[in-house]
Nanobody, 130 residues
């Protein structure tokens, strides 16, 4: 059984940083694209970032460019979302997702129209508030 797990969320004031982690049991991240999504109260889920499985291509939505970075440690079966200069509008539950049939993140457009992703974590709450 495949399980994804996010961690690293919390409550921080605006301008601070958090690093989210995503790991999996029963699934090897190697050569698979990993996506980060978020969903704020009463808003639709939106793709935030993705990283390709093999060629290090990354994508970000415009609102986080220059503030968020994504990285992966395949040996440790981990993917990270480093979030700097956090804003109140970043408040949401953040999810990581992947799928055994998805190996590529081709860039920013993949966050608008993304492939079917069958493996999702339970989410980690990020609250940015003073």
């Amino acid at each position: 059984q495949v399980q994804l797990a996010e961690s690293g969320g919390g409550l921080v004031p605006p301008g601070e940083s958090l690093r989210l982690s995503c790991t999996a049991s029963g699934f090897n991240f190697d050569h698979h694209a990993i996506y980060w999504f978020r969903q704020a109260p009463e808003k639709e889920r939106e793709g935030v970032s993705c990283i390709s499985g093999s060629d290090d291509v990354k994508g970000f939505i415009d609102s986080v460019k220059g503030r968020f970075t994504i990285s992966r440690d395949d040996a440790g079966n981990m993917v990270y979302l480093q979030m700097n200069s956090l804003k109140t509008e970043d408040t949401a539950v953040y999810y990581c997702a992947t799928d055994p049939l998805v190996s590529a993140c081709t860039g920013d457009n993949d966050l608008k129209i993304f492939p079917p992703l069958n493996y999702w974590g339970q989410g980690t709450q990020v609250t940015v508030s003073s």
